[in-house]
């Protein structure tokens, strides 16, 4: 190995930008931190807008689902400390996801496309339509004017369905790729901020 191949990669300015994307999004509350009531909020909101009742059943289930996501997160990205900031945040991505070690990254991702699955795949049959991708959007209060469109360069095969395998794509792209035209730029709307 030479010198070159042990230098840590900097994380480039599009890549901090679509993390910092991503923590604003986890940030729920906006208070600069990403904790287990920003994952609650999430559920929470995502139960009023599919008219679920505090008192139903699938209500328990999908705050519950999210309590899980919120675990897997903390384990990953603070080693259990109950709260993540900007500082935590960057330093697990440039650790983990840009330089980090391949099996862990595609596990990673794998996990965590499960969860958008179990989240989000209401009708269960495997594929995320655009219904649901709005329901993505609109839970997270990401910009619903971009989910059409996000949702067409997600959807490499244009079935109007994206599958297990475009999403793990395109959160190994929104994550990893420096190419500010990669389709999974596009993950969370709107592909490269404007600065
Ligand atoms: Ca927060
Ligand atoms: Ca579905
Ligand atoms: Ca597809």
Redesign the pocket.
């Known amino acids: 190995m030479n010198f070159a191949e042990t230098q840590l990669r900097m994380l480039t300015e599009l890549q901090t930008n679509k993390l910092e994307r991503f923590f604003y999004i986890l940030d729920f509350d906006r208070n600069g931190i990403i904790e287990k009531e920003d994952f609650i909020g999430i559920a929470e909101n995502l139960c009023i807008l599919w008219g679920i009742k505090e008192e139903n059943e699938k209500y328990k289930k999908i705050v519950s689902g999210f309590e899980d996501s919120w675990n897997r997160f903390n384990f990953f990205v603070n080693n259990n400390d109950g709260r993540a900031n900007w500082d935590h945040w960057i330093h697990f991505a440039e650790e983990m996801i840009i330089n980090g070690d391949e099996n862990l990254f595609n596990e990673y991702v794998e996990n965590y496309v499960g969860e958008l699955f179990d989240n ?10 655009l219904d ?1 991708f709005i329901d993505l959007f609109v839970a997270y209060r990401i910009e619903v004017r971009f989910a059409a469109k996000a949702f067409r360069k997600l959807d490499l095969n244009h079935d109007d ?1 994206i599958s297990r395998g475009e999403l793990i794509k395109a959160v190994k792209e929104f994550f990893r790729s420096e190419d500010p035209d990669a389709p999974g730029n596009w993950l969370f709307g709107r592909g490269v901020l404007p600065n």
Do not use: P, Q, S, T
């Open positions: 989000f795949d209401m009708d269960k049959d495997g594929y995320i339509n649901e369905l």
